[in-house]
T-cell receptor, first 113, second 114 residues
Framework: QQQVKQSPQSLIVQKGGISIINCAYENTAFDYFPWYQQFPGKGPALLIAIRPDVSEKKEGRFTISFNKSAKQFSLHIMDSQPGDSATYFCAASKRDNFNKFYFGSGTKLNVKP | ETGVTQSPTHLIKTRGQQVTLRCSSQSGHNTVSWYQQALGQGPQFIFQYYREEENGRGNFPPRFSGLQFPNYSSELNVNALELDDSALYLC?????????????FGPGTRLTVL
């Protein structure tokens, strides 16, 4: 059973457009939700993260929106650039002594110039 | 400050063989987690080491084992390799073992089992 479901699987956006990637989770014990960016041949790199006590977090062109009641969160990339073309993973973990992350299946973003 | 490093970069093995993958954690990090990432999938948690002891395990068989050394570097060992073990193996380190601690990933080791 997949703990975190991510959509879409792939996304094509024009340069300057908004990229939106969605994730949903079932386990209400999750309380840390990071987004990772992965380029081919590289490991995932932390992009931005949120905790459920806030509904939105913004860092530069990247924004996480969080809906606790719906158990959903999403990544918005404003003014998307060709350099943003990568695979994006959402993840979730619980507040415990166990640093286990549950990852979504990934979204491959292609930003066309 | 150096990031997480892994070796080797690529590895080709045959079914039934054994493999050892290595990871050096980021400076100051005492927790190392290992993930398996199949092609086109998200990383799947294998296990975590905290101060040289296994601190938790995902849904992987016992032929996947590990070690953490006093300098917090780590090894992942896989015995009796199967074709389905072909994947990118990622190591991630964090400052502490709690669930909200950011994990910093290495570049991974690409394992191919023929």
């Amino acid at each position: 059973q997949q703990q975190v479901k991510q959509s879409p699987q792939s996304l094509i956006v024009q340069k300057g457009g908004i990229s939106i990637i969605n994730c949903a989770y079932e386990n209400t014990a999750f309380d840390y939700f990071p987004w990772y960016q992965q380029f081919p041949g590289k490991g995932p790199a932390l992009l931005i993260a949120i905790r459920p006590d806030v509904s939105e977090k913004k860092e530069g062109r990247f924004t996480i929106s969080f809906n606790k009641s719906a158990k959903q969160f999403s990544l918005h990339i404003m003014d998307s650039q060709p350099g943003d073309s990568a695979t994006y993973f959402c993840a979730a973990s619980k507040r415990d002594n166990f640093n286990k992350f549950y990852f979504g299946s990934g979204t491959k973003l292609n930003v066309k110039p | 400050e150096t990031g997480v490093t892994q070796s080797p970069t690529h590895l080709i093995k045959t079914r039934g063989q054994q493999v050892t993958l290595r990871c050096s954690s980021q400076s100051g990090h005492n927790t190392v987690s290992w993930y398996q990432q199949a092609l086109g999938q998200g990383p799947q948690f294998i296990f975590q080491y905290y101060r040289e002891e296994e601190n938790g395990r995902g849904n992987f068989p016992p032929r996947f084992s590990g070690l953490q050394f006093p300098n917090y570097s780590s090894e992942l060992n896989v015995n009796a390799l199967e074709l389905d073990d072909s994947a990118l193996y990622l190591c991630a380190s964090s400052l502490a073992r709690g669930g909200a601690n950011t994990q910093y990933f290495g570049p991974g080791t690409r394992l191919t089992v023929l």
